[in-house]
């Protein structure tokens, strides 16, 4: 196990998001061991505005050492305001490896279930299973967007195992919590080819399944007619969900419309 190795303070925590399927979120880690080359949104964001320089500093995470005391000053500024908090949309709050950033994450959740404020949780890391404990409407998820283990060794470096990560989402659904899949960013076949039907097999359990388009990589436009991929994958998704009886969000952006091509 690691830890890290370096904290920092913030002045505040929580607040109101502008992503489409968020209302809060807390990110009460400063980058991210596992170094996703997709390339990752939140470390291109951090190195615009100067929190980290390069991306060795990025998977160098730094814990917010004072994150329960904000809660215990935000949480009755904010608590009415507030439907639920997601962990997290720019770190990872089961990192890895990182006992020191599960255990905080933990007493997060904690903290807020205790405010009766309900929590959602993505993660590439190993969920555990202590999380079933907590209130019964959190909702728990993973990032999967291959079953192949050489695809996120090049793509998530330093992430969890696919296998291990569904396993973890697994037994957390079997102890009747609440659990839900990002499908994202998925790539195109010029990427990698495989079957997309199987990795939907893999996660038939879940109550919830969000797909997204590959964004920030030039290799996506490369591929031939990739609007109409990714339209016909949104649309075998909400098939399987429909079929199933379960919940889905497709991101913005992903499903588009056909282009009139010329004779």
Known sequence: ??????????????YKTGVEYGDW????????S???????????????FGKVHEYTDWIKPCIVSNALELLDKEIPKYKDKIESVHLCFSTDPF?????????MSLKIIQKLNDNNIRCTVLSKGILPVELSDLHKRNEYGIT?????????????????PYDARISSLLQLHQKGCKTWVSIEPYPTPNIIEQDFDA?????????????????????VTQYYDYKEYYNELSQRVI??????????????????????KRA
């Open 1 to 14: 196990m690691k830890k890290t190795k370096n904290q920092i303070t913030r002045k505040t925590l929580l």
């Open 199 to 219: 990795i939907l097999s893999k996660v038939a359990f879940v109550d919830k399944i969000i797909f997204g388009r590959m964004n920030y990589n030039s290799q």
């Open 25 to 32: 979120t807390i990110n009460h880690v400063q980058g991210c």
């Open 144 to 160: 999967l967007i291959s079953l192949d283990e050489k695809f996120r060794k090049k793509t998530e470096p330093f992430a969890s």
């Open 34 to 48: 596992h170094g996703c080359l997709y390339p990752c949104y939140a470390f291109l964001m951090a190195k615009r």
């Open 95 to 103: 990192m890895y490896l990182y006992d020191d950033i599960k255990d």
């Open 239 to 260: 098939d399987f969900c429909e079929d199933r009886g379960i919940e889905y969000h497709i991101k913005d952006g992903t499903i588009t419309e056909r282009e009139r």
